[in-house]
Each structure stands twice: as C-alpha cells, then as structure tokens.
C-alpha cells in the first residue's frame, strides 16, 4: 500500500517559483509511475507531469513544458515538482498520484491511471 503526503503548495506572484514535494511510504513505491496533477475550480483534474521512479524518465503536459520540473529523490522517497515562472493560470490544487505498470506516455497522463492520490495542496498565483 502507497501513501503520498503533499506539500509546499503556498500564495505566490505571478513570475515567481513554489517547489512541491510528495512524500511516499509504503511497499513496492519504486514500481510506480509518480504524476503531478491540477484541478481547478470548476475545470477537470488535468496532467502537469510524471516520472518514472526506476529510471527517471519524465513526461510533461505542453502547458507547462519549460517552466516545470519533476525530479524524485531516493534517499528522502520525494518526488518534487520545482514550477517557475508561473501564471495566474497555474491556479489549481496540486495532487501526487501513483501508477501502477503505466508504460505509455498516454497513459502516464491519464488521471484514471493512477491508483493512489494524496491530499492535494493549493497554490494560488496572483496577478
């Protein structure tokens, strides 16, 4: 069983940086495809980004391609989501999700995917 915990979402000006962290416990997590995902008030939950735990691999959604990156740390069990240059837009509940056996990009950007979800933190970029 995977738990993820989030944190560092915050209040932030537009331009400025915020630095996300999912921390993962439980059995077998190494297995997993770790995704960032947003939702925002009113919109569906859409995919901001994903790595793959074993090798590292990232995918990002074109929306914030550039100005986001996913890293994991093994020794803490993180996966991070460092966002720069944000935008008012970037507005949204920020989850951590875990997915099992995703080997497609596709897939990896397919909430309905991911099997384990933590809490979501909220960042809100002002104009």
């Known amino acids: 069983q995977v738990q993820l915990v989030e944190s560092g979402g915050g209040l932030v000006q537009a331009g400025g940086s915020l630095r996300l962290s999912c921390a993962a416990s439980?059995?077998?997590?190494?297995?997993?495809?770790m995704g960032w995902f947003r939702q925002a008030p009113g919109k569906e939950r859409e995919f901001v980004a994903a790595?793959?735990?074993?090798?590292?691999?990232?995918y990002y959604a074109d929306s914030v391609q550039g100005r986001c990156t996913i890293s994991r740390d093994n020794a803490k069990n993180t996966v991070n989501l460092q966002m720069n240059s944000l935008k008012p837009e970037d507005t949204a509940v920020y989850y951590c999700?875990?997915?099992?056996?995703?080997?497609?990009?596709?897939?990896?950007?397919?909430?309905?995917?991911?099997?384990?979800w933590g809490q979501g933190t909220q960042v809100t970029v002002s104009s």
């Open positions: 790595i793959t735990w074993s090798a590292g691999t990232t």
């Open positions: 439980g059995r077998d997590f190494y297995n997993y495809v």
């Open positions: 999700a875990a997915g099992w056996g995703l080997s497609t990009r596709a897939n990896m950007g397919r909430a309905s995917r991911y099997s384990k």
